[in-house]
């Protein structure tokens, strides 16, 4: 008989479902009728068991972790087991497994909180990988647009500079779309293996690209950034024994600690990059 994996897990909270309606039946019936009982206690100590079962019937949604599965959902059951044990001890009278009850509840509570533990790791994993995928251009590894936080206002002047791959369509109506992107992608890496750590580079879009020179005056970035420019002009990109030459135009523009707003200098980089782009390519411009 074929056995899915799937219905497997699923019948463990058929199994839980069960034995939160046997344990219902047995406290209606064994406290029928028993006005000697301390009730107030038994509620109290059906909320362990009642916790157990909760925690058994939720596994469900971890079981792609098998190690965390394993361990949450067996250290509930044993939990459980030992919490109905306690549960029946203020109906019964005490019995001689109060030592087997104590163990049975460390090892529950030492397994599911392995299990636990192990989830959150994995949770914390999951969560860094997540914002660095958020964070990061697919197909060159450089920031996105997401990843941008307006400057600090107490750590002095930032210079932007918007940065355009030149005539970028003919790269790919000649040598193709694949070609255009293995352009695009070591392009990101010659500028990102040539700035400051400080500095930050983002895709901004398409063959845009955003420099931020963190803590840099206009006069030495935009010598910075004449500086790739001719980088990027003398370099060649070897793409199956031929090489593409590109050339890169850019526009910088200064926001200083009391700017006015970010949006606005954004702006003015993109004016300076149309007027390079204006003025004949393969040129930094920088706005008034
Ligand atoms: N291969 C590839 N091409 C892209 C990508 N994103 C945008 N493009 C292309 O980039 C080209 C941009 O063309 P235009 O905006 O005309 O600019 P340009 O040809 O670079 O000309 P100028 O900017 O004026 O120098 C378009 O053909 C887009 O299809 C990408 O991720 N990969």
Request: hydrophobic share 45%; with cysteine.
């Amino acid at each position: 008989m074929h056995f899915h994996k799937q219905s497997g897990h699923l019948y463990i909270q058929y199994l839980t479902l069960i034995l939160g309606l046997l344990y219902a039946a047995l406290y209606l019936k064994w406290t029928e009728h028993q006005p000697q009982l301390k009730h107030l206690e038994l509620l109290l100590e059906s909320v362990p068991v009642l916790f157990w079962l909760v925690i058994m019937f939720s596994c469900h949604y971890i079981r792609h972790l098998t190690y965390s599965y394993v361990l949450l959902l067996s250290g509930a059951i044993i939990s459980f087991f030992a919490s109905l044990m306690d549960w029946l001890d203020e109906i019964t009278v005490p019995t001689e497994f109060a030592f087997v009850e104590d163990v049975l509840q460390s090892i529950g509570l030492l397994l599911s909180a392995t299990g636990l533990l192990l989830l959150f790791h994995h949770q914390l994993v999951q969560q860094s990988l997540l914002k660095k995928i958020a964070a990061t251009d697919p197909l060159t590894g450089a920031l996105n647009r997401r990843a941008f936080k307006a400057p600090k206002t107490h750590s002095g002047s930032t210079v932007f500079a918007l940065v355009d791959v030149d005539h970028f369509k003919r790269i790919n109506d000649t040598y193709g779309h694949d070609a255009g992107d293995f352009v695009l992608v070591e392009l990101a890496k010659l500028i990102s293996n040539h700035i400051r750590e400080d500095d930050q580079f983002f895709r901004w879009g398409g063959e845009e690209f955003l420099l931020e020179f963190r803590q840099a005056e206009l006069a030495q970035a935009s010598k910075r950034m004449e500086a790739l420019r001719q980088l990027v002009e003398s370099s060649h990109f070897n793409l199956n024994g031929q090489a593409i030459n590109i050339t890169i135009s850019a526009g910088l523009t200064c926001v200083s600690p009391n700017h006015g707003g970010l949006e606005k200098a954004l702006k003015a980089a993109d004016e300076a990059l149309y007027r390079a782009k204006d003025s004949g390519r393969n040129r930094i411009e920088v706005a008034v």
